[in-house]
């Protein structure tokens, strides 16, 4: 491979740890603001960090080299695991974890989303380092967006190109403003979590509940202020409010700032849209009923909880507010199907996503057909546009290797010793980014922390497999990616 690939991407990832070093100040003033001593842990580590980068980008600055699918590749990699490698310092050196595969672990749940934690007693833990697990959470959402909406797209591997602006085809140009695009989507990101922390404020959270709670809310990411995560709040306003919100933000982005910014109701129509919402629907008032009729709950009480939960399972958000593994076995077998599926491309939401189930529905119907009438032409469609075969074969591979890699990951998670349900819950749950999974262990009323290190650090790596869509991740093991 060309050096100066290397030398760009060092570059490129140097000007993001500067960016971090700052980040990390924000902390450091809440916890001044409330007289903790842990401020000193984030100054420290935003001098480091700040000096590191300082220096690495100052001798690896050059000329950027022209954007290819390599530089691509490489790119996304290194942003993702040096924003990992340095969210985990603060975590590390604040004395909450036991050691460093703890603090990776929290970290990559955090820039990926995921929302699985190793740390107890969030109740009586530091300010400062409540707000710095929200903030890698929302500064994640925002890297994931960004990727699924102008880099994957490109790289062929994930993302969603699919309706026009301007009468500019996306699948050529992908927006014919892009600078005005981009204002709109930062715009917009930043006015949902406004909304949102306003919201949970007036629904009964408290001001730091509810700026902490809207990060993680809006960047589909789960991490929150108290052990008992929305349990702990009681309240069935706050639970509809937190529903919406984590169901608008599983939608496409470049849909809503079309729908926002221009008023166009069609762009709502998108398939993926259609699919989400259905099975949101489905799970949740099929697990409502059997709640009530099994268990005897209320039926508007079974209704909060269950759309609730469901919508923070597919949206891989990964909040609770009751432990809905007791609720029966139905509704464990619906909550780890649900686990695999997750939200809309181009959201800040994980798993499969439902625009890949249109897509192979698309291909197994005129599969069908075509046993029927064999010398018929059909073309797999996607909504009004014809999906290219390329396009499908990347799909079938996303499949076959999602499946490959929880299956793999479940045989190591029992070679370190764990349980069926324990295994093959928490690899779905790490390579989707929903948080929690079903089972003693990792479900929604338990912690990570009592893995041991290598299963953390397995955990660790699907987590960032499955936010960078599986085959970014995996086209670097091929030789030929390294060859000149």
């Given at each position: 491979m060309n050096a100066s690939l290397f030398r760009f991407s060092i570059y490129i990832a140097a000007i993001c740890g500067l960016y971090l070093a700052t980040a990390m100040l924000i902390p450091a003033m809440v916890d001044l603001y409330y007289g903790h001593s842990d401020w000193q842990i984030f100054a420290l580590c935003s001098f480091m960090v700040g000096g590191l980068s300082l220096m690495t980008a100052m001798a690896t600055r050059c000329p950027p080299p022209v954007f290819t699918k390599r530089l691509g590749f490489l790119l996304v990699n290194l942003l993702w695991t040096v924003f990992s490698v340095v969210g985990a310092l603060p975590i590390l050196f604040s004395g909450q974890v036991t050691g460093f595969a703890q603090a990776l672990f929290e970290s990559v749940s955090a820039v990926t989303t995921t929302g699985s934690t190793v740390m107890a007693g969030l109740d009586h833990m530091p300010p400062g380092l409540l707000v710095w697990r929200s903030l890698l959470q929302w500064l994640g959402g925002i890297g994931i967006v960004a990727l699924g909406l102008f880099v994957l797209p490109f790289l062929r591997v994930g993302g969603m190109s699919f309706f026009k602006m301007e009468s500019s085809d996306i699948a050529d140009k992908p927006f014919a403003r892009l600078a005005s695009f981009t204002r709109a989507f930062f715009a917009i990101y930043l006015g949902i979590t406004l909304l949102c922390t306003i919201a949970y404020d007036f629904a009964g959270m408290s001001h730091f509940d509810a700026i902490n709670h809207a990060l993680t809310t809006v960047a589909t990411g789960g991490f929150s202020t108290h052990d008992a995560s929305f349990a702990y709040f009681r309240s069935g306003l706050l639970l509809w409010v937190s529903t919406f919100f984590m169901t608008v933000c599983s939608l496409p982005f470049s849909i809503l700032i079309v729908f926002i910014v221009r008023g166009r109701l069609d762009a709502l129509r998108d398939p993926q849209i259609g699919v989400f919402i259905a099975y949101l629907g489905v799970f949740s008032v099929a697990t409502a009923v059997y709640n009530h009729l099994m268990n005897g709950v209320e039926f508007a009480s079974a209704l909060t909880h269950s759309f609730f939960n469901f919508s923070s399972v597919l949206s891989t958000t990964g909040f609770a507010s009751q432990d809905y593994t007791l609720w029966g076995p139905f509704v464990v077998m619906a909550a780890f199907f649900a686990t695999f599926m997750g939200g809309c491309s181009g959201s800040t939401a994980g798993g499969i996503k439902s625009h890949r189930f249109v897509i192979l529905a698309n291909i197994v119907m005129i599969g069908l057909r075509k046993l029927i009438y064999p010398n018929a032409v059909y073309s797999v469609r996607y909504g009004s546009q014809t999906v290219d075969a390329d396009t499908q074969r990347t799909v079938f591979l996303f499949f076959s290797a999602y499946l490959f890699l929880w299956v793999v990951g479940s045989?190591?998670?029992?070679?370190?010793?764990?349980?069926?349900?324990?295994?093959?819950?928490?690899?779905?749950?790490?390579?989707?980014?929903?948080?929690?999974?079903?089972?003693?262990?990792?479900?929604?009323?338990?912690?990570?922390?009592?893995?041991?290190?290598?299963a953390l650090y397995v955990l660790s790596l699907l987590m960032l497999l499955g936010r960078l869509e599986v085959l970014t991740v995996l086209v670097l093991l091929m030789p030929m990616f390294w060859r000149t």
């Open positions: 045989l190591a998670m029992s070679a370190f010793g764990y349980d069926l349900l324990t295994s093959t819950s928490s690899v779905i749950t790490a390579l989707s980014n929903v948080g929690p999974g079903v089972g003693e262990i990792v479900g929604p009323a338990g912690n990570f922390s009592t893995l041991n290190e290598p």
